[in-house]
């Protein structure tokens, strides 16, 4: 069985394909190698079952291939080996196939003794293959080897498809060549090109503009950071997390949390229908109305926001509650989701980038909670993150980390780590790349 790494057939049954075996029969190892070529009217393909290219699922799986007797209703299964045909653009390896159309005019002048239904092979080394190549005299190659390779150079080989090959061949050669050619313009072209930025900017000035492009792929995930700001609150704006009409249709849904009582809270969290880091600000909410108002807003939000993070597809009709405003489902299925097709229809998702993004508008929201401090430990056993990832996102934000000393509530203070936006803010830096993993036994 076989399958083409550059797209699919339109016409299978116009292929031919050729199999090499290891002349080596004996050899545990070699013996089973196999080589198939095919040969298309612009390409060449070959794929191999060996070597650091060889497909994993070969090994990891057994396949087999049913020929149904339509008479009988019986069917014979056979072994078989998925090969992945990659295609040749260099003229280098790929003309053996070739050489089996070229033989068919040229091995009369070779052998006297064309006549002959069999010719005698050559000495028998590296690789055979058994095809037949039916010739204008009528007689059948068979067990072409591979040595004629020592005889024919490519060039040779060239020459032999301009005089004597068939149309097919001579269109194969013709795209073979400009592709080479194409291939070398590009090549100098691109050389020349970098060579004339390197002259014009320097080898210190793509560094930095390359951890640039790093900075700003990560900038596409955060909130708006105004970095001219002269107070912490505007360097997150709140207008940038929350619309003013967005914040105003949380009045209602709030309004249950900012009238909530000591019982109902500890109901809530038997329930765990909140998360801790809500169940914690609730518990020193503002005795000022207009200021109890605004932080019962806030966490409603958050808390929504910490919920949907553990979504992984959301369907159409999702809803965080039934209080849920209209405005803020589509803003969360807008801002916070990426669409995918699947199975026919489209969804959308949280992906890894996603989720990140909704850390760093919680984050930044917390902030704005606990006068721009706030404990990352609690948000990421909210969120059910790593300590390494929601701290990579901080830091992202420009946030500066220590440990939490001493600040009560907390139940292992050396554990905690506590984030603070602070002017001026510190220079952001591109990530090392990524970690390195732990290799499995």
Known sequence: AVRFANGRLQQPDSLRFTVYRHRDSAHPRKRHRRILVSETERLCYVGHNFGSQVMKCNSLCRYFVGVLDRS???????????FNMQPLLSGGRCWESQLLGCLVLVTPALFPWHGARR?????????????FVPCADGFVLSWVHRVF????C???MDLC?????TSKQKRALSSR???AVGSDIVSTAVTKAAANIIDAKGVTG???DMAQDDVQNISAFLPPCHEDADRPEHVYRFEDILSPAEYEALRVPAAALANATTEELAKRAEERSLCSFVLEELKFLPTDEKSRDHKARCLWFLDTLIKFSHERVIKKKYQTGPDCPNIISRKLMKNFTSLTYNNGSIQNLISASMKAKITAYVIALALHINNFQTDLTVLQNDMKLSES?????????RLRVSKAKGVPGLESDQSHKLATLSLPLPTQKAPEGQRKRRKMN
Do not use: C, T
């Not at 014979?76 to 080996?81: L, T």
């Not at 010719?119 to 095809?131: F, M």
């Not at 990832?389 to 934000?397: N, V």
């Open 389 to 397: 990832r929601i701290l990579d996102i901080a830091k992202a934000l």
């Open 72 to 82: 009988s209703g019986q069917m014979e299964v056979y072994n078989a080996e998925i």
């Open 154 to 156: 490519p060039v040779q």
């Open 119 to 131: 010719i005698p092979s050559p000495v028998s080394v590296g690789w055979v293959h058994r095809v």
């Open 161 to 165: 498809i301009e005089a004597f090959g």
């Open 206 to 208: 793509l560094v930095q």
């Open 149 to 152: 390779q020592g005889v024919f």
């Open 177 to 179: 060549r400009m592709n």
